[in-house]
């Protein structure tokens, strides 16, 4: 079980940052695209990034394309789409972990979902596809079963659905934030340092089941999650450990 205080020990020297984007690091907005990232977290990340030797990664459910655009200018080390992409030289393009896009039949059976349900928004990442209903919150049990039934009918295609915050992501069974982590652990510079994965969702959980293994520790941002401590209460707690842990390493500079 980590300690507490396991924040206390981070050393950019010999640790490695592997951060969750939504809920972790920026605020969740109704819609994902009105998302906001503060030009501040942009600056500290990048000044840690570089402080770290380049051992700082985002770990998300979006596309690295998408971040990209979050957090312009800065590129980082990311696994997107939940471990099925990856990119560990921020110059370079992402790679997919994954082979081709999800069938276009899927997509039409979700997009037939969406269309007789009020409040459902798509969003096609390809390599997952992510059903969100927070405008319909009411919905989430039903949804459930019938991307669960859509699934059932699709069984040869071995999908699985994970449940976030207000979202069904469906996605290949054999990635997941667990797979990233652990892909991520074993290149450099993250090889050999202590991994601190932060996260604030359901899908977070397969990254700090992972993190112990590499010596490190997993960190849930606003919910209990057993055997792993929950040391912030909100993203507003993240970004202000990140800009005190970038402020110090700063004067120390
Ligand atoms: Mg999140």
């Given at each position: 079980?980590?300690?507490?205080?396991?924040?206390?020990?981070?050393?950019?020297?010999?640790?490695?940052?592997?951060?969750?984007?939504?809920?972790?690091?920026?605020?969740?907005?109704?819609?994902?695209?009105?998302?906001?990232?503060?030009?501040?977290?942009?600056?500290?990340?990048?000044?840690?990034?570089?402080?770290?030797?380049?051992?700082?990664?985002?770990?998300?459910?979006?596309?690295?394309?998408?971040?990209?655009?979050?957090?312009?200018?800065?590129?980082?080390?990311?696994?997107?789409?939940?471990?099925?992409?990856?990119?560990?030289?921020?110059?370079?393009?992402?790679?997919?972990?994954?082979?081709?896009?999800?069938?276009?039949?899927?997509l039409?059976r979700l997009t037939?979902l969406?269309?007789?349900?009020?409040?459902?928004?798509l969003?096609?990442?390809?390599?997952?596809i992510?059903v969100?209903?927070?405008?319909?919150?009411?919905?989430?049990?039903?949804?459930?079963?019938?991307?669960?039934?859509?699934?059932?009918?699709?069984?040869?295609?071995?999908?699985?659905?994970?449940?976030?915050?207000?979202?069904?992501?469906?996605?290949?069974?054999?990635?997941?934030?667990?797979?990233?982590?652990?892909?991520?652990?074993?290149?450099?510079?993250?090889?050999?340092?202590?991994?601190?994965?932060?996260?604030?969702?359901?899908?977070?959980?397969?990254?700090?089941?992972?993190?112990?293994?590499?010596?490190?520790?997993?960190?849930?941002?606003?919910?209990?999650?057993?055997?792993?401590?929950?040391?912030?209460?909100?993203?507003?707690?993240?970004?202000?450990?990140?800009?005190?842990?970038?402020?110090?390493?700063?004067?120390?500079?």
């Open positions: 079980m980590p300690s507490q205080n396991c924040l206390s020990e981070f050393d950019p020297a010999t640790c490695a940052l592997l951060l969750d984007v939504d809920g972790t690091l920026i605020d969740l907005a109704q819609h994902p695209d009105d998302v906001v990232v503060p030009p501040d977290l942009i600056d500290d990340l990048a000044f840690l990034h570089e402080r770290m030797g380049g051992a700082l990664a985002l770990v998300s459910g979006r596309t690295i394309g998408v971040m990209d655009r979050l957090f312009k200018p800065l590129r980082l080390p990311a696994s997107g789409a939940h471990g099925a992409e990856f990119r560990f030289d921020p110059a370079a393009p992402a790679i997919r972990a994954v082979r081709g896009d999800l069938p276009s039949t899927l039409e037939a969406a269309r007789r349900t009020d409040g459902l928004l969003e096609d990442k390809k390599v997952c992510a969100h209903y927070r405008d319909n919150a009411a919905a989430g049990p039903w949804l459930r079963a019938e991307i669960d039934e859509i699934l059932e009918d699709m069984r040869e295609l071995a999908l699985s659905v994970i449940a976030g915050h207000f979202v069904f992501e469906i996605k290949r069974r054999g990635h997941d934030k667990g797979t990233a982590v652990s892909h991520i652990m074993q290149r450099a510079p993250f090889k050999g340092r202590k991994p601190y994965m932060i996260g604030d969702d359901v899908t977070d959980e397969a990254g700090f089941a992972v993190a112990p293994s590499f010596g490190g520790y997993g960190i849930s941002v606003g919910r209990e999650v057993p055997g792993f401590p929950t040391l912030f209460s909100t993203a507003s707690d993240v970004r202000a450990w990140v800009a005190a842990t970038a402020s110090r390493h700063r004067v120390a500079a």
